[in-house]
């Protein structure tokens, strides 16, 4: 048996109506009834009196001259009244003098005078027969209650009959008052039911009325709007994330091509060796634009992470915006785009990180040409009012106003397929945009429509009056000038290389070599620590990423040993994973400082050295 | 008192077969005797008579021996205690006379008319000559027979009670 509160609604509320006004009724019609068996009972009571003192009053004669016959006359009035089934007169000695009983009944008259008794079952009475106040007799009389019963069962049976009309009653009119509650509830089940099998949150639930179960739907509904919402924008997010990776991976490939590509030419003993200095020069662009590619999705991981670091000194716009356009000019040329530069203050100081700033006006002027068609213009000017204001502003193909409101957000092109006609991952303008507000600036974006040109303007609020000390030029990421190397730079001293991975390892190994190190290079931290008690290294590099025993247990198995056995050594960890939370648990396990790959080998060597020979502390964390 | 009486008289009553009585009175008079004690309850005098002791007078030769005289004998009705004495000439201090068998009722009744009176015999035309209840037997019972209308006519009220037990009064001559 179901229980009641597992009940469906459209069974309970008929049930509740139902035991409510069954238990009014029967609360109302059981006092009525109880009350009018009082009132019977009464009224019965003292008519049995009255007409006991009456025969009584007429008993009196024949009585006293013994006239059985007309006391039996006057007993036999009690014919007209049904109920009384006995009456009977006594002499004073106790003796039957006349009696009557109703003949259908089968009272008989007492042996003596009973008393009076208002039972269940019937009423008694009796009283003396007195002639001049001198008692004569008894009067007995006995009523059967059948009639009150009788009563009483009529009373339950309309009762009962008035029960099934109510119900009846009740259900009728309940079942149309339900609708008004119970069918919205319903229906707002069904559709949750439907919503949970289906999960089609585009299901709503019919409104209905005002009243509170209205209310309930209308806040399913608008909760369903919410989730359809979320869901929609969870989808569009994971969209743009698949387009990201398309994009992520086809601008790694790019330069992969080229540096395999040359590669494989160079180690063919046919190329002639006039295109030698091509290739490799090829091979470094390209990876060094693979590395700034890697360099923006670590800039965009520290920003949305909130950790972006800036070194903040003066820096000056005018010579940053000089340095880029040099970089931009020969891609501008190419296309013979023709660009205006307005440069109204020089040098135009603020506190800033150059080499982020650089970043910033670098990414617009390569966007304004990567953007621009063939023979277009741009136009580049920096002005000063409160702070500087740089805008670019190019011919090119524009925006869709509807996609100003997302230029700025990451992963968002306005092309987003894979055979879109430009390149990059679409993180240029969000760190962008972070990057100025670091700077407490603002960017904005403005475009007249698709084919109608794109404005970009910066604004930056701090300004620097008089110079402080002179702005570092900043370094544009061009091809760099072959490595210098000081072949006595690491001279007489004693390095030891760890790495799994061999190629890193004997890049490292010809580094050092190259600067006059004597190096001895290892593949597990078993053999390095074989090294260390074969001869105690000047310097140590490891690899953090290993199989088996890592950097980490390297360096934290070192620093446990005694000084005499390795436990000074200073250290380098070289690691891929270039976050700052990487670097600090390097040094925190241990090492003195750590290094990103890809890493520049002058700058390997120029750290080593300067741990060979620093007895202080260990220099500063050096991050990409 | 009272109850003394009512139980004389009920021991009169039911002693039916088994009367034995020292003054040998028959049973019929035993229970006259006490009718005529008991008719008093049932009458109201007048006012002027209503006052002294009332009289229960039998006239001419006494059927009850000293009964009567023993019934009545400190007894009161309405208040008033009950005398019984044998007349031989009519007397106007009576209350009831009884002339049984054998009395001049004739000369009794008509001296006694319209006066106060309540009268009592035992013989056939006993109403028709004037009087106002009769002793008759029935069905080997003492029952009796009221002449309301010569009752009312002397100013006495018989109550109704004892109206409704006299037989019916046929056979008035």
Known sequence: MTRFRDLSIRHKLPLMT?????????????????????????????????????????????????????????????????????????????????????????????????????????????????????????????????????????????????????????????????????????????????????????????????????????????????????????????????????????????????????????????????????????????????????????????????????????????????????????????????????????????????????????????????????EGQIWVRLEREQGYRLSVRDSGVGMDPAFLTFVFQPFRQADGTTTREHGGLGLGLAIAKQLVELHGGTIQAQSDGLGKGATFEVYLPSVVESPAESPGPPNPPEVLPPMRVDPSLLRGLHVLVVDDEEDARVLLETTLTQHGATVVAVASVADALAAVDERLPDVLLSDVGMPTEDGMDLIRRLRARPRSRGGGVPAVAITAYASVADGLAAEAAGYQSHLAKPFDPAEVASLVAFLAHSTGSPPQAIVP | MARRIGSIVVFLLCAGTAAVHPQEVPFEYQVKAAYLFNFVKFVEWPADASTGPLTICVAGKNPFGDLLTAAVDGEAVHDRPLVAKVISQPDPACHVVFMPQGAAAAHYLKALRDSPTLTVGETPGFLADGGMINFIIEEGKVRFQIDADAASRADLRISSHLLRLARAPGRRG
């Open chain 1, 18 to 374: 139902l035991v409510s006004t069954g238990a009014a009724l029967i609360l109302a019609s059981g006092g009525f009834l109880a009350w009018d068996l009082v009132q019977f009972r009464s009224g019965v009571r003292q008519d049995m009196r009255a007409q006991a003192a009456i025969i009584a009053e007429n008993s009196g004669a024949p009585l006293t001259f013994r006239d059985e016959r007309v006391g039996a006359d006057i007993l036999a009035g009690l014919r007209e009244r049904p109920h009384m089934e006995v009456a009977c007169l006594y002499t004073s000695d106790g003796a039957v003098f006349a009696s009557y009983r109703r003949p259908e009944r089968r009272a008989e008259c007492p042996d003596a005078p009973a008393g009076t008794r208002y039972g269940w079952d019937a009423f008694e009475v009796s009283v003396p027969v007195t002639v001049n106040a001198e008692p004569v007799g008894t009067f007995y009389i006995r009523r059967s209650l059948r009639d009150m019963y009788a009563r009483l069962r009529v009373g339950a049976a309309t009762v009962l009959g008035l029960l099934l009309l109510a119900i009846g009653a009740a259900f009728l009119t309940g079942a149309r008052m339900q609708k008004s509650i119970v069918t919205p509830l319903l229906q707002l089940a069904s559709t949750a039911r439907a919503i949970s099998e289906t999960r089609d949150y585009s299901l709503r639930a019919v409104p209905g009325p005002n009243d509170e179960v209205g209310i309930v739907v209308r806040a399913c509904n608008e909760m369903l709007d919410r989730i359809a919402e979320a869901l929609e924008r969870e989808r569009a997010a994971n969209r743009l994330k698949d387009e990201f990776l398309a994009t992520l991976s086809h601008e790694l490939r790019t330069p992969l091509n080229s540096i395999l590509g040359w590669s494989r030419m160079l180690r063919s003993s046919r190329l002639d060796p006039a295109w030698h200095e091509k290739a490799l020069e090829t091979i470094e662009r390209n990876a060094r634009a693979q590395a700034l590619l890697i360099e923006d999705l670590l800039d965009m991981s520290r920003i949305a992470s909130g950790k972006p670091r800036l070194q903040v000194r003066e820096a000056d716009l005018a010579a940053i915006l000089d340095a880029a356009i040099a970089v931009v000019q020969p891609g501008a040329a190419a296309k013979r785009l023709r660009i205006h530069v307005e440069i109204g203050v020089r040098p135009a100081l603020t506190r800033g990180d150059p080499g982020r700033l650089q970043q910033v006006v670098w990414n617009l002027l390569s966007n304004a040409v990567k953007f621009t068609p063939a």
